[in-house]
């Protein structure tokens, strides 16, 4: 199978690097904050509609005049990158995909998209233009050489890394068959609960750092605006609510890869996770569990490797049905963990039994035979 794949690596610049990258973020933001304001009084005042063609004449037009000289002086490609990031802004804004594009912060992430003719990779080393030497990246893992490097995207975050992502047409091919079958029950006492009766802790990355992150919130609040001390009181914050997100992804991408691995089919209960935060009393904790994020892992490594991955309709009873005859209880409330079946006196765990359920259900709706509303994923 033909994909799109995205290899990211941690490289660190030179000082000389650095002020070249700065330049670079700066211009990119620079014209997608003018082009969005000049597409929307386009509008607003005239009812007029402004494209990318459009906004790609005033980019030329603009870089002439004296007062925006200093667009020159970085590579022009991704500056013109940004200009086609905001068309797709748009498109998926009238397409009801996304809300109105908002302008970008220089007090955020920072990015900047070069395509193949503004860097040279020669499969070991990459250089981007206007630039003397070639990036110090940490390889962490080999690019395969039959892979084509299309773009790159060269980012800073809050925390004051950098990273490049290297987009490549790559393949896969499908994994060797297994026999393996999984339902899986995802919750908060255990990030996830399997079919096998494995319960599986999540990282709760959060909540161990929560007391630290406080602290340094605090701290970073009572300094003075714009002062040196501000800035490293945020940039602490930052590499914490980074290393929060490192620890969390690493825990989803290790699982996610696993059950791809031992399985052949899995079955997952489709959950509407904004919706379930809207209570505040679980909100921080499903948060906290990267519960979306663990989906979106199993979504795209199942097509990749050849996986079936079925998703059982939210409306499912998989926790009030006995597994073992069938019997639906009428209620059971959040603090019942294990209950005993009024029909056939089975005892259940609460979590393994909704698991079992889930994965009988995803067998079901692939045979066509029960009406689960199964959903291919």
Same mark, same amino acid.
């Given at each position: 199978?033909?994909?799109?794949?995205?290899? @990211?690596? @941690?490289?660190?610049?030179?000082?000389?690097?650095?002020?070249?990258?700065?330049? +670079?973020?700066?211009?990119?933001?620079?014209?997608?904050?003018?082009?969005? @304001?000049?597409?929307?009084?386009?509008?607003?005042?005239?009812?007029?509609?402004?494209?990318?063609?459009? %906004?790609?004449?005033?980019? %030329?037009?603009?870089?002439?005049?004296?007062?925006?000289?200093? #667009?020159?002086?970085?590579?022009?490609?991704?500056?013109?990158?940004?200009?086609?990031?905001?068309?797709?802004?748009?498109?998926?804004?009238?397409?009801?995909?996304?809300?109105?594009? +908002?302008?970008?912060? =220089?007090?955020?992430?920072?990015?900047?998209?070069?395509?193949?003719?503004?860097?040279?990779?020669?499969?070991?080393?990459?250089?981007?233009? =206007?630039?003397?030497?070639? #990036?110090?990246? @940490?390889?962490?893992?080999?690019?395969?050489?039959?892979?084509?490097? +299309?773009?790159?995207?060269?980012?800073?975050?809050?925390?004051?890394?950098?990273?490049?992502?290297?987009?490549?047409?790559?393949?896969?091919?499908?994994?060797?068959?297994?026999?393996?079958?999984?339902?899986?029950?995802?919750?908060?006492?255990?990030?996830?609960? #399997?079919?096998?009766?494995?319960?599986? /802790?999540?990282?709760?990355?959060?909540?161990?750092?929560?007391?630290?992150?406080?602290?340094?919130?605090?701290?970073?609040?009572?300094?003075?605006?714009?002062? =040196?001390?501000?800035?490293?009181?945020?940039?602490?914050?930052?590499?914490?609510?980074?290393?929060?997100?490192? /620890?969390?992804?690493?825990?989803?991408?290790?699982?996610?890869?696993?059950?791809?691995?031992?399985?052949?089919?899995?079955?997952?209960?489709?959950?509407?996770?904004?919706?379930?935060? =809207?209570?505040?009393?679980?909100?921080?904790?499903?948060?906290?569990?990267?519960?979306?994020?663990?989906?979106?892992?199993?979504?795209?490594?199942?097509?990749?490797?050849?996986?079936?991955?079925?998703?059982?309709?939210?409306?499912?009873?998989? %926790?009030?049905?006995?597994?073992?005859?069938?019997?639906?209880?009428?209620?059971?409330?959040?603090?019942?963990?294990?209950?005993?079946?009024?029909?056939?006196?089975?005892?259940?765990?609460?979590?393994?039994?909704?698991?079992?359920?889930?994965? %009988?259900?995803?067998?079901?709706?692939?045979?066509?035979?029960?009406?689960?509303?199964?959903?291919?994923?």
């Amino acid at each position: 199978m033909d994909i799109k794949r995205a290899y @990211r690596f @941690r490289f660190y610049p030179t000082p000389e690097q650095e002020v070249i990258l700065a330049q +670079t973020f700066g211009c990119a933001r620079f014209a997608y904050n003018y082009m969005l @304001r000049l597409r929307t009084d386009a509008w607003l005042k005239e009812r007029k509609h402004v494209g990318y063609h459009e %906004t790609s004449t005033a980019l %030329t037009k603009l870089k002439r005049e004296p007062e925006y000289i200093w #667009l020159n002086e970085v590579s022009s490609v991704p500056v013109q990158q940004a200009l086609r990031h905001l068309q797709t802004s748009f498109t998926n804004f009238f397409a009801h995909r996304a809300r109105y594009p +908002t302008f970008k912060s =220089k007090h955020g992430k920072q990015a900047a998209e070069y395509t193949t003719g503004a860097f040279r990779w020669d499969g070991e080393t990459i250089k981007l233009a =206007k630039m003397d030497a070639s #990036l110090n990246v @940490r390889w962490s893992r080999k690019i395969p050489k039959a892979a084509k490097l +299309t773009t790159c995207t060269v980012s800073k975050d809050k925390a004051g890394r950098y990273f490049i992502s290297m987009l490549c047409d790559d393949a896969v091919s499908a994994k060797k068959k297994v026999k393996g079958q999984v339902g899986i029950d995802l919750g908060l006492t255990h990030f996830a609960v #399997l079919s096998t009766g494995e319960k599986i /802790a999540g990282p709760k990355a959060f909540r161990k750092n929560e007391k630290r992150l406080a602290k340094a919130q605090r701290r970073l609040a009572k300094k003075q605006k714009a002062s =040196k001390n501000r800035a490293k009181a945020k940039l602490k914050v930052a590499r914490l609510h980074a290393k929060i997100a490192n /620890a969390r992804n690493d825990f989803l991408h290790k699982l996610s890869t696993r059950l791809i691995n031992e399985n052949q089919v899995i079955a997952i209960e489709t959950l509407a996770v904004s919706n379930m935060q =809207k209570n505040h009393c679980l909100a921080k904790s499903i948060g906290d569990s990267g519960w979306s994020e663990f989906v979106r892992q199993l979504e795209y490594k199942a097509l990749w490797y050849g996986r079936t991955l079925v998703g059982i309709d939210r409306w499912y009873p998989s %926790t009030k049905r006995c597994h073992e005859c069938g019997h639906i209880a009428l209620k059971m409330g959040l603090e019942i963990r294990e209950w005993t079946c009024p029909e056939c006196g089975a005892r259940h765990d609460r979590d393994v039994n909704a698991a079992k359920n889930v994965l %009988t259900a995803g067998l079901a709706g692939l045979a066509c035979g029960e009406n689960v509303s199964p959903v291919l994923l």
